[in-house]
């Protein structure tokens, strides 16, 4: 179990000294969430590979599934971060306050993001799930899931609540 635990934990700091999101103000200058180095993606390639235990036969259909799946996040990742981008601008020109109007139109667009990554979850997790036993698809959306916590952490460590 620790042998499985220890890349996430590698990873995860890897990740915490991905893109940096505080600049000059409260908010400051925001870089996209996909700007991660070939390297963090390697290494995340690297730790789903050791922790799913796959055969041949398993590896030759699961990973191009993983790499469209990766091209998929990436994509939602250039969204929520042009959303951040726009939290940024309206919170910086506001001073530290948003108006309503922008407020919910912010929200709208952070919970498509939400919805956007969950349909593509539950598409891939269905597509590999043809292709590989049970136990092994949820063991791989469980990996993600810890994955994508971990930069969401490291995220919402990086901006203030709206007021």
Known sequence: MMKRLFPIVVLAALLGAGPS??????????????????????????LVASNMDLSD???KT????????QKELERINQRLGMTIKRYADVYNAGKGTISNDAD????????A??????????????KIGKVLPA??????IQIENKIR???KIELAQQFPLVY
């Open 62 to 69: 699961f990973w191009p599934f993983y790499d469209a799946y």
């Open 21 to 46: 999101l505080a600049a000059e103000s409260p908010v400051g200058k925001w870089s996209t969430i996909d700007e991660k180095s070939g390297k963090v993606k390697a290494d995340k390639k690297l």
């Open 104 to 111: 919910q139109k912010l929200l709208n667009e952070a919970l």
């Open 113 to 126: 993001v939400e919805e956007a990554e969950v349909k593509t979850k539950r598409a891939y997790a269905e």
């Open 149 to 151: 916590a971990i930069t």
């Open 57 to 59: 036969a398993e590896g």
């Open 135 to 140: 136990t092994k698809t949820a063991r791989y």
